[in-house]
């Protein structure tokens, strides 16, 4: 899926005339920009989506850690802009894991003296993760995806494989 997010980011964005759905969104800067979602048939979405939701676990299962790298992707593939897909990431995530902490909370498998520290530095990392991210050009921010995408692929394949 990296790759595929890195030709698509040094592809020239082209509008697409059948979009699905056109939304505006406003920098920081208060330029208007509109963005559309491109359009696929059920069939396509539902693989889409099957295709991501797979890799999404495969990715968590295999190498330990979150497939928002894999949902993020999808996203942008399917033509969201870089910095909502991010966001809508994040709170998917977020849910998923109050889900997990509540889990094992009741099944009483959550060490304190790991849990406290790493939820302090989560709340903080992503508190500055916000703060850089609305910092960072489109293109940039899809590069940088994109690559630690393929990092992570790399990665899981090498600790696959040695």
């Excluded at 082209?14 to 939304?23: L, P, S």
């Excluded at 989506?49 to 399917?78: E, P």
């Excluded at 703060?131 to 995806?145: P, Q, S």
Aim: aromatic fraction near 8%; glycine fraction near 10%; proline fraction near 1%.
């Amino acid at each position: 899926m990296s790759i595929l997010l890195i030709r698509d980011t040094m592809r020239h964005d082209v509008k697409n005339g059948n979009a699905e759905m056109k939304r505006d969104v406003v920098s920081l800067e208060g330029e208007a920009k509109e963005y559309s979602v491109k359009k696929y048939s059920i069939w396509e979405k539902a693989h889409l989506a099957l295709l991501s939701s797979f890799m999404s676990g495969l990715v968590a299962g295999l190498a330990g850690f979150g497939g928002g790298v894999t949902d993020t992707t999808t996203m942008i593939l399917l033509g969201v802009p870089t910095h909502i897909a991010v966001g809508t990431s994040e709170l998917a995530m977020t849910l998923t894991n109050i889900a997990g902490v509540i889990a094992h909370g009741l099944l009483k498998n959550i060490d304190l003296g790991y849990a406290i520290p790493l939820t302090i530095g989560t709340i903080f990392g992503a508190q500055l993760g916000c703060f850089v991210v609305k910092r960072i050009k489109e293109r940039n921010l899809k590069i940088l995806i994109s690559s630690v995408a393929f990092i992570f692929g790399i990665r899981m394949m090498f600790f696959l494989f040695f």
